[in-house]
């Protein structure tokens, strides 16, 4: 009775997400584990045929025989798969044959039994046979789909593992390997047929809801999967710290009245070739005007422009099992944080070690920092991970958690300040006013806060 009571819960808010998606207010409330089974369902409602693809595969030739494999059977992928690892073949055969050993031998010893025992009426000797029978085939089908299960979750681990090797230069990281972006790399025919095969990866692992643990893809990445626009000048921040620093913030740091235009900067991307930002960048001077205008190309040019045609072979791959109208609804019910959480797994947050490591300026009121944690705490996991995300750019390489620095602002809305890990907090009427504002900042950053007000 409770399984079916909570069947029923899940049927009612699978049925609700798709309307729900048109008010962000409420969406953002719904667990994850609801939105994760939404996409799974919204992918397999499309299937005509639901004999999934079996992959044959090499733990020591994975790449080349995944390349193989999804090449042969694109338009079936989105009937998902299954996998059998034929390098370890003579294993499951001698397997078979010990279990077909024994089957002989338990018919054997029936029979002598049969044989010792003629006293037991023989219609009830042979149903008790057929149900011991049936019994034991089910048992090897139970595990067969379980062998199935397990060599599907080893090959999405592995697979993963692959994609993201340093050595094959399809992905790398600018943040101490807390996240990876799309690399230049050669940008040849090879590189591109890589991507979109990564990209078919990621679609196979949320068709199945499998996680993709190394795939720890960046922010603006997770953006761009989902359909939405990257944030440049807090992604980059996020991507490439020591850039965002050193040449970004380097241009923010100018005050109004100081000569920004002595430094001789136009619009064009000098580490590139001087490639233009804009339509004659090479002519256009930057001025304090169009400071921002300038910073904003930049990055999104370092983030996306400059390695268009890798960015479109992943998203290609993935569109594969993700069409557009299915892209179109899960941009609004899932964050890039939740995607992320998708893809590699959900973990709890340790609010005493992230509490530990973090600070107050002294202009911020003791009770303001007491109500901010208090807040936090009333967050569920995947809104603490947004809210982590928003302030610090989430787990460091090895797991950890970075601190934040909580200051007092004047405006209306939090704030981050992009690579110092700071978060200015206005002061809120009541604690629920000051969790709704977090989570709209967490979701939709600086820019997307303070339109809401």
Request: glycine share 8%.
């Given at each position: 009775?409770?399984?079916?009571?909570?069947?029923?819960?899940?049927?009612?808010?699978?049925?609700?997400?798709?309307?729900?998606?048109?008010?962000?207010?409420?969406?953002?409330?719904?667990?994850?584990?609801?939105?994760?089974?939404?996409?799974?369902?919204?992918?397999?409602?499309?299937?005509?045929?639901?004999k999934p693809v079996l992959l044959e595969v090499q733990r020591e030739n994975l790449l080349d025989c995944l390349c193989s494999g999804l090449d042969q059977c694109t338009d079936t992928l989105r009937w998902g798969i299954d996998v059998s690892f034929t390098d370890g073949e003579e294993d499951w055969d001698k397997e078979d044959r010990d279990w077909n050993k024994g089957q002989r031998t338990w018919e054997k010893d029936g029979q002598e039994d049969e044989d010792m025992d003629k006293?037991?009426?023989?219609?009830?000797?042979?149903?008790?046979?057929?149900?011991?029978?049936?019994?034991?085939?089910?048992?090897?089908?139970?595990?067969?789909?379980?062998?199935?299960?397990?060599?599907?979750?080893?090959?999405?681990?592995?697979?993963?593992?692959?994609?993201?090797?340093?050595?094959?230069?399809?992905?790398?990281?600018?943040?101490?390997?807390?996240?990876?972006?799309?690399?230049?790399?050669?940008?040849?025919?090879?590189?591109?047929?890589?991507?979109?095969?990564?990209?078919?990866?990621?679609?196979?692992?949320?068709?199945?809801?499998?996680?993709?643990?190394?795939?720890?893809?960046?922010?603006?990445?997770?953006?761009?999967?989902?359909?939405?626009?990257?944030?440049?000048?807090?992604?980059?921040?996020?991507?490439?710290?020591?850039?965002?620093?050193?040449?970004?913030?380097?241009?923010?740091?100018?005050?109004?009245?100081?000569?920004?235009?002595?430094?001789?900067?136009?619009?064009?991307?000098?580490?590139?070739?001087?490639?233009?930002?804009?339509?004659?960048?090479a002519e256009r001077q930057v001025t304090e005007e169009n400071k921002m205008q300038y910073l904003d190309l930049l990055c999104h040019y370092r983030l996306v422009d400059s390695i268009r045609p890798q960015v479109d072979a992943l998203l290609s791959g993935v569109q594969a099992l993700l069409?557009?109208?299915?892209?179109?609804?899960?941009?609004?019910?899932?964050?890039?944080?939740?995607?992320?959480?998708?893809?590699?797994?959900?973990?709890?947050?340790?609010?005493?070690?992230?509490?530990?490591?973090?600070?107050?300026?002294?202009?911020?009121?003791?009770?303001?920092?007491?109500?901010?944690?208090?807040?936090?705490?009333?967050?569920?996991?995947?809104?603490?991970?947004?809210?982590?995300?928003?302030?610090?750019?989430?787990?460091?390489?090895?797991?950890?958690?970075?601190?934040?620095?909580?200051?007092?602002?004047?405006?209306?809305?939090?704030?981050?300040?992009?690579?110092?890990?700071?978060?200015?907090?206005?002061?809120?009427?009541?604690?629920?006013?000051?969790?709704?504002?977090?989570?709209?900042?967490?979701?939709?950053?600086?820019?997307?806060?303070?339109?809401?007000?």
């Open positions: 009775m409770l399984h079916q009571g909570l069947e029923s819960a899940n049927d009612l808010m699978q049925s609700l997400l798709s309307p729900l998606q048109w008010w962000p207010q409420y969406v953002q409330h719904v667990p994850l584990h609801f939105k994760r089974r939404w996409l799974s369902e919204k992918l397999r409602c499309r299937v005509e045929q639901p006293d037991h009426d023989t219609d009830k000797e042979d149903l008790d046979e057929d149900e011991d029978d049936d019994h034991d085939y089910r048992q090897k089908d139970q595990a067969d789909q379980s062998c199935t299960e397990k060599d599907r979750k080893e090959f999405f681990r592995l697979a993963a593992e692959e994609f993201m090797e340093p050595e094959l230069g399809l992905f790398v990281s600018k943040d101490g390997g807390r996240s990876y972006h799309v690399s230049p790399g050669e940008g040849d025919a090879k590189q591109l047929k890589q991507l979109q095969l990564c990209g078919k990866l990621i679609g196979l692992a949320l068709l199945h809801g499998e996680p993709v643990t190394a795939m720890k893809l960046s922010r603006p990445l997770r953006r761009l999967l989902l359909g939405s626009p990257i944030r440049p000048l807090e992604d980059m921040a996020a991507v490439d710290p020591e850039f965002y620093q050193n040449q970004v913030g380097k241009i923010l740091d100018y005050k109004e009245g100081e000569p920004l235009g002595d430094l001789g900067l136009t619009f064009v991307d000098e580490a590139a070739g001087k490639a233009e930002l804009c339509l004659g960048g069409p557009s109208q299915v892209q179109a609804e899960l941009q609004r019910v899932l964050t890039a944080t939740e995607l992320g959480l998708c893809l590699w797994g959900e973990s709890a947050i340790d609010l005493k070690s992230w509490k530990e490591k973090s600070k107050a300026t002294p202009e911020m009121a003791p009770g303001m920092i007491e109500e901010f944690w208090k807040a936090v705490e009333g967050m569920t996991n995947e809104q603490q991970h947004a809210l982590l995300e928003y302030t610090t750019g989430g787990f460091t390489a090895e797991g950890a958690i970075e601190g934040l620095t909580l200051a007092p602002t004047e405006g209306l809305v939090p704030e981050t300040v992009p690579g110092y890990n700071t978060l200015k907090l206005p002061k809120y009427g009541t604690l629920a006013e000051m969790r709704s504002a977090l989570l709209r900042a967490a979701t939709y950053g600086n820019e997307g806060a303070q339109s809401w007000e």
